[in-house]
């Protein structure tokens, strides 16, 4: 799978999960890929409806025998850290946001802008802390009944061995 958000790509791994989730990302920035059940998808076709109608449209081309999911998953819990969190209704977040797309990637600057606005309806709870020693703290106040998913999209590339090990061993302990 490749394009778009990361979400594109894990949706059909969140969706074979059981249900409900809270979601927790390291990294999580202004959250945006805190909400992969109200984006939708089109897997080469195969279409998956996100629960915002004005939400965008993530658009993969899946290869190999991916499990291509018919809803997106149920999350009753979503929660982001950061060491330093964007705020989407905050314009210099937003200016900020916009200059991390790189010139000639055709369509990213529109999925941004619809993702901020889906983000700007519902914003989702960020937290600023570090990895490491305030992970345990956030997955603490997630819903007992709930799979707990806690992910990144790029964080740990800037992250020193010493402490993605402890993040790992942390993720571990509290599994």
């Known amino acids: ?4 958000l990361p979400f594109s790509t894990l949706l059909p791994a969140l969706a074979l999960l059981p249900q409900p989730l809270a979601l ?12 992969p059940d109200r984006y939708s998808y089109d897997y080469a076709g195969h279409r998956v409806a996100g629960t915002d109608p004005r ?4 658009a993969c081309r899946p290869r190999g025998p991916v499990p291509l999911p018919d809803k997106v998953p149920d999350i009753v819990w979503r929660a982001g850290l950061d060491l330093n969190p964007l705020d989407v209704t905050n314009d210099d977040d937003v200016r900020w946001l916009r ?3 790189w010139p000639g990637e055709t369509g990213r600057q529109e999925r941004l802008s619809e993702a901020i606005e889906t983000a700007r309806r519902d914003p989702p709870r960020l937290y600023r802390g ?3 020693t305030d992970l345990p703290g956030v997955i603490g106040e997630a819903p007992p ?4 998913v806690v992910y990144h999209s790029a964080v740990l590339a800037y992250v020193r061995r010493a402490d993605r090990a402890r993040f790992a061993e942390t993720v571990s302990e509290l599994a």
């Open 99 to 101: 200059c991390l797309v």
């Open 145 to 148: 009944d709930a799979t707990v």
């Open 24 to 35: 927790v990302e390291v990294g999580a920035s202004a959250g945006l890929t805190l909400l």
């Open 1 to 4: 799978l490749h394009d778009a």
């Open 55 to 58: 939400a965008p449209v993530l």
């Open 130 to 132: 570090d990895l490491v």
